[in-house]
């Protein structure tokens, strides 16, 4: 079964730090593109960060500056380093992997409070 599962999500005041961590069961090495996106109540889910196979990474103009997207191909997990957190910034955390296919975590609950 193909098995995503972040994880480090909490409650943090503004100015604070969190790292999720997405462990996943699949070879993140032959996959095209991984990734976060978050979504809050009453909005769209959107796209945090990712990384792609050529190499490149993009990041929301959001959490540009302040978020760091990594993976590890040996471990296959997929890190978000976050840093100064806003309250904005509070939303459900999932973990995404495609090509070939698309896979979701479950999802990891950040609150930051003012």
């Known amino acids: 079964q193909v098995q995503l599962v972040e994880s480090g999500g909490g409650f943090v005041q503004a100015g604070g730090s969190l790292r999720l961590s997405c462990a996943t069961s699949?070879?993140?090495?032959?996959?095209?593109?991984m990734g976060w996106y978050r979504q809050a109540p009453g909005k769209q889910r959107e796209l945090v960060a990712a990384?792609?196979?050529?190499?490149?990474?993009a990041y929301a103009d959001s959490v540009r500056g302040r978020f760091t997207i990594s993976g590890d191909n040996a471990k296959n997990t997929i890190d978000l380093q976050m840093n100064s957190l806003k309250p904005e910034d509070t939303a459900v955390y999932y973990c995404?992997?495609?090509?070939?296919?698309?896979?979701w975590g479950q999802g990891t609950q950040v609150t930051v409070s003012s």
């Open positions: 699949i070879r993140l090495f032959s996959r095209n593109a």
């Open positions: 990384m792609y196979r050529s190499g490149g990474k």
């Open positions: 995404n992997v495609r090509g070939p296919g698309e896979f």
